[in-house]
């Protein structure tokens, strides 16, 4: 049934606003508005980074007009440490005074490196639900070694949310970056900065994410699209704000070490890394239970459930992961040490990492007993 109830949906109709320091323009249509928004930033030479698929990078380029500096379009997951060098030399050759991105994580990982060593603002323009543009966080893969961190130089200045961008979005990879948004609100309930304001805006992505995603992956969902771009930034925000846990540990080690796709990683492992925090997590598994409409025990199955149903891949061995890559990952993942509310040991995080590559539904048990 097609999504078509305001108050199911309450996506803002509209709204600009200042940010702790980011401008957001969230609007149908918003992207007519780039033009004046540079205008803001002061900006008269800008690089715009996006890859060329689709006829928007055209568009955007056009919008721009003179004040086109420079197109950068090699654009790759996890941040190349060449490719990134290279938008650094191509902005500082040019006399770069901005970068617009327009894309997914990819697209806006790669301006975010840009920004942090060319000195840089970024102008985001989403066309996914990854919700990067809302936070500090920055990756870059050196070989199969991924860094991440936090620097607030990074934060796009400006954020264009238009829901209609979101349309050419197929399906398959509508849903698993609706998960990865959905990552981010579960992540947010329990990271080491996690705060009541960050604990609001993560509940109320989750449940928004949880009422319209399947919808959000059909044709002609313009109100579930709207929906679920405004969970992905409630997401990004407080993600941005609370930080990142265990769960981001895994998928970030994933992702530079075995090259794993970003999105498909994070709604692979979602429900694994939740059923291994269990007693942990209680009073985040209680409250977000609430907003799933779920079982405090079946947290985990719930987001299990709803992955399926917007085809999110059968485990970790559908991408390609060989199992005999578990112990070693494993190994790797207890030496790092990212934060988590568990204690990690290494039969554990095998057994978890395990669980992910078979991606079978978990269990309610596995949360009771932890």
Not at 13 to 29: H, K, S, T
Not at 45 to 73: F, I, K, T, Y
Not at 154 to 182: C, E, H, K, Q
Not at 207 to 226: D, K, N, Q
Request: net charge neutral; hydrophobic share 50%.
């Amino acid at each position: 049934m097609p999504v078509t109830d305001p108050l199911a949906v309450p996506g803002p109709a509209g709204f600009a606003g200042q940010w702790l320091g980011q401008r957001i323009v969230f609007a149908d249509g918003g992207l007519g508005r780039l033009a004046d928004e540079v205008s803001a930033l002061g900006a008269t030479a800008v690089v715009l980074v996006a890859s060329q698929r689709g006829d928007l990078p055209a568009r955007v380029a056009g919008l721009l007009g003179g004040r086109l500096a420079g197109q950068w379009a090699d654009v790759r997951q996890h941040v190349p440490a060449e490719v990134a060098a290279g938008l650094v030399a191509r902005s500082r050759e040019v006399g770069a005074d901005l970068l617009v991105s327009v894309g997914g994580g990819s697209a806006l990982g790669l301006a975010k490196i840009a920004a942090r060593d060319a000195g840089l603002p970024v102008l985001a323009i989403p066309t996914t639900y990854a919700g990067s543009e809302m936070t500090p966080v920055w990756g870059i893969t050196e070989g199969t070694a991924k860094r991440t961190g936090r620097d607030l130089r990074v934060l796009p200045r400006t954020v264009i949310y238009d829901p209609a961008l979101l349309a050419a979005l197929p399906p398959r990879l509508a849903g698993v970056s609706g998960m990865n948004a959905l990552a981010h609100c579960v992540e947010a309930l329990y990271a080491p900065l996690a705060d009541p304001l960050t604990s609001l805006g993560a509940l109320e992505g989750a449940r928004l994410i949880a009422t319209v995603l399947p919808a959000a992956c059909r044709p002609g969902e313009e109100s579930a699209r709207r929906g679920l771009l405004w969970a992905s930034c409630l997401a990004g925000r407080s993600f941005g704000t609370a930080g990142g846990s265990l769960h981001h540990g895994i998928c970030h080690l994933l992702g530079g070490s075995a090259g794993l796709p970003h999105a498909q990683t994070h709604a692979i492992v979602l429900p694994h890394a939740v059923a291994f925090l269990g007693p942990a997590i209680s009073p985040a598994l209680a409250r977000l239970a609430v907003a799933l409409a779920a079982d405090p025990a079946d947290v985990p199955g719930a987001i299990w459930d709803l992955g399926r149903r917007v085809g999110t891949p059968h485990g970790l061995r559908a991408l390609g992961l060989a199992e005999r890559a578990l112990p070693a990952l494993a190994e790797a993942l207890v030496t790092a040490g990212p934060a988590s509310p568990r204690p990690l040991d290494r039969p554990a995080v095998l057994a978890l990492l395990t669980a992910a590559w078979s991606g079978d539904r978990p269990a309610s048990e596995a949360v009771l007993k932890g």
